[in-house]
């Protein structure tokens, strides 16, 4: 009775905040088994020499050797930086493309449901096997055809930029892009559809404070959309970041599984949880940078 009365007494915010915490058990739960112990024991396999014994696996401890081996013998940690500055590409693609595409189905057309579905594949498929087909088509079409209907002209484009006196790295990040553009296309559904939820978001009366004072669309956006839209920013770099860097066909998830197939358990778990750590500084990193630019609503 007396605890009863104590929640009673608790303001309405307290009380709210108990009961989100309850809802949040089964999350708590599902991540301490599911991915808090994987990783710790990865973490432990890394360090030891691992081998198998009548069905059991036999750890034992054997220092530093595995990622010696992986880090400055296999080269990986260069692997694994360029394929992050790739990320980071791929990732700054991905939002210019989800925010422009956002603000066209958020608007009033004809077709605008059949359109928010079609860029909504890529979420209800779910699956890299559907995209490898795709791209495998798309490499089959092209070797069939001869070069001037190849469906990516990047040696014109390559010539175009030179001719414009464009430097050679710039080119080499916008040819590319454009090569990727189906991949881009292909990951860009949960941003797009964050972005139509942080457009919805906004009060109308914003704009038509805007329209009242004569700003342009362009004034609009700027002062009223992209600060409204930081939120939603930040979290699909987040969310991008992740799904990019973790993405089967990525070439350092191809030698991570290479060790795993040929049993070499404690170089794999040495390669993954220093992949792991690379991702969570680069995360740490946008965090550090982006959340005093976070605008908010209730702000």
């Known amino acids: 009775m007396n605890n009863k009365n104590k929640l009673l007494k608790l303001s309405y915010e307290r009380r709210q905040g108990l009961v989100g915490y309850v809802f949040l058990i089964p ?8 991915f808090c112990y994987p990783f710790f024991h990865t973490v432990w396999l890394s360090f030891c020499d691992v081998s ?30 360029t394929h992050l500055v790739t990320t980071c590409l791929h990732t700054a693609c991905v939002l210019i493309i989800s925010i422009f595409l956002a603000i066209i189905l958020n608007q009033e ?6 359109w928010r579905v079609i860029f909504s594949l890529p979420i209800i498929v779910a699956s890299g096997l559907v995209l490898s087909v795709f791209q495998k088509d798309l490499t089959f079409q092209a070797s069939v055809t001869s070069e001037s209907t190849n469906i990516f002209q990047n040696e014109a484009l390559t010539e175009m930029l030179l001719s414009m006196g464009i430097g050679d790295k710039i080119i080499n990040v916008v040819v590319t892009a454009v090569s990727s553009v189906v991949d881009i296309l292909w990951m860009s559904g949960v941003q797009i559809l964050l972005f139509i939820t942080g457009l919805q978001s906004i009060s109308p009366s914003l704009y038509e404070v805007c329209d009242v004072e004569g700003a342009t669309a362009w004034q609009r956006f700027w002062k009223v959309t992209f600060p409204l839209l930081t939120p ?7 969310y991008s970041i992740i799904d990019i860097s973790t993405q089967s066909t990525a070439s350092v998830m191809y030698t991570i599984r290479y060790y795993y197939n040929n049993v ?4 794999s778990s040495a390669a993954g949880t220093g992949y792991f750590l690379m991702i969570l500084a680069l995360l740490g990193i946008i965090t550090a940078l982006l959340s005093k630019r976070i605008v908010y609503i209730d702000k």
């Open 27 to 34: 999350w708590l739960i599902g991540t301490a088994v599911f």
């Open 52 to 81: 198998f014994d009548t069905g059991r696996i036999i750890s034992k401890f054997s220092g530093i050797g595995a990622y010696k081996f992986v880090f400055i013998q296999q080269q990986f940690l260069q692997q694994a930086w």
């Open 109 to 114: 057309f004809f077709g605008r449901s059949a």
């Open 232 to 238: 939603y920013i930040f979290l699909n770099i987040v």
């Open 264 to 267: 070499m358990y404690a170089n």
